[in-house]
């Protein structure tokens, strides 16, 4: 049996499940050809000036382009600037 909702709260707000908690859980059950998920949360971190929104963007632009691409490199070295100062 499941313990019980109160012998692990874990990051709730009063007993919830928060709206980031959510939205992840959505990217979680998604299947990896669908963005969608993922770009919510981007437009939810981006809603809230959260560095990690243009992250994720960076990430899921990075899937549509071929490796050997200019805006790949461009993108990369972004992306790499952005994990190094996320929290």
Not at 22 to 49: G, H, K, N, Q
Not at 63 to 76: A, G, H
């Amino acid at each position: 049996p499941a313990p019980p909702p109160s012998a692990n709260p874990g990051p709730r707000e009063g007993g919830r499940v928060t709206d980031e908690q959510a939205l992840l859980a959505a990217v979680a059950a998604a299947p990896p050809a669908d963005r969608t998920p993922r770009l919510v949360y981007a437009d939810w971190l981006d809603e809230r000036s959260d560095p990690r929104g243009e992250l994720v963007r960076a990430c899921e632009r990075m899937r549509e382009l071929p490796p050997f691409s200019d805006d790949y490199w461009t993108l990369k070295a972004r992306r790499n600037e952005l994990r190094a100062s996320a929290p």
